[in-house]
């Protein structure tokens, strides 16, 4: 029997899976068959179902938050299948800050581990003391700390060596007592009144007033990562780009800001079908209806290539895509 994905991922397009399970309870998963093809999923916000897909869509959605303080901080531990902003909000709301720059990011708990997630000179990464999963082949559970999750920008061992092979069923973050804002980032740098909820209410009306809300226009939040580049690349750009905007990232790269590169090669309101570089946003891809996966694809090779023609830079995407039988990763094609 199909299963509509419509509402499972918030991108929106029309596709449907084979069969669908949702996790509330731990103990479904030992009973749970991994047959291949099957695709774990927590909000489907970082996800996009291309087409219709062949294999189990298994969604996690166990819930619990615990905090137990200790001598220097709070360690808390949260269920895969909680609500990453409603626990910013919750922590703020018992005076536990550290995650404040993270806010209304969409997606799971569990889900900002794979990824890891990162908003405003802020990753996941500094604040997850271990993560436990379900391995799927062994049945058992498994911890890894900090150092064994290989946490990168955008990325973790759950995108390598662990995919498809790992469940992650909670999260451990450390947030110290010590509150230690990070404030190098956009209109943060102004905060007349620098506090926990003063940064969390900055970081809140600055996505929003950037980014589409997925429940009203449908979209997958950041599409394309912001691309590591090479001190040298990045001063022959600067000759001709002074404006560019970059931030370091360790001693011999640079992150810079992949918005602003698909912004200025004029692509904000370009369309593909239903789909669209946002007016506001040109990171941030939305899909108005009447489209499928072959445009999104169209669109994404499209922004890759007018980038990497101007800036010598290849764009990749955040989003992760499934195909009919699995995930897939859009690249353009070579120039002839």
């Not at 569990?110 to 049945?139: C, H, L, M, W």
């Not at 955008?154 to 790992?166: C, G, M, P, T």
């Not at 001709?240 to 001693?251: K, M, S």
Request: contains cysteine.
């Amino acid at each position: 029997m199909a299963y509509s994905l419509h509402s499972l991922h918030t991108f929106a397009l029309n596709s449907q899976c084979q069969h669908f399970v949702e996790i509330t309870q731990l103990e479904q998963l030992k009973a749970q068959s991994f047959s291949p093809p099957f695709c774990l999923l927590g909000e489907g916000s970082n996800t996009v179902f291309l087409n219709d897909y062949t294999g189990t869509v298994i969604k996690m959605a166990t819930k619990g938050i615990k905090v137990t303080e200790r001598k220097d901080d709070f360690l808390i531990s949260v269920a895969a299948g909680e609500n990453w902003h409603a626990l910013v909000s919750y922590l703020l709301d018992r005076d536990i800050p550290g995650l404040e720059n993270l806010a209304l990011i969409p997606g799971t708990v569990g889900a900002s581990p794979v990824q890891n997630i990162g908003a405003y000179g802020v990753e996941i990464a500094k604040f997850v003391e271990s993560v436990e999963y379900f391995d799927i082949t062994t049945k058992a559970m498994h911890t890894l700390n900090n150092e064994q999750c290989e946490f990168a920008y955008r990325d973790s061992i759950f995108k390598h060596s662990l995919k498809n092979k790992a469940v992650i069923t909670r999260v451990y973050l450390a947030l110290p007592k010590k509150w230690q804002p990070v404030l190098s980032y956009g209109p943060l740098q102004h905060l007349s009144r620098v506090t926990p909820t003063a940064v969390f209410e900055q970081v809140i009306q600055t996505r929003n007033s950037k980014l589409p809300n997925p429940y009203t226009l449908p979209n997958a939040g950041s599409f394309f990562k912001n691309p590591i580049i090479t001190n040298q690349h990045l001063a022959e750009l600067l000759t001709q780009f002074a404006d560019l905007p970059h931030y370091e990232y360790g001693q011999s790269h640079h992150k810079v800001a992949a918005g602003w590169l698909i912004d200025q090669v004029g692509l904000k309101g370009h369309r593909v079908a239903g789909i669209e570089v946002h007016m506001q946003q040109a990171l941030v891809l939305v899909n108005h209806g009447n489209s499928e996966g072959s445009d999104l694809i169209t669109m994404i090779k499209h922004i890759q290539q007018a980038v990497n023609a101007r800036y010598n830079i290849m764009l990749e995407h955040e989003v992760r895509l499934i195909d009919t039988h699995s995930e897939c990763h859009i690249k353009m094609e070579p120039i002839l």
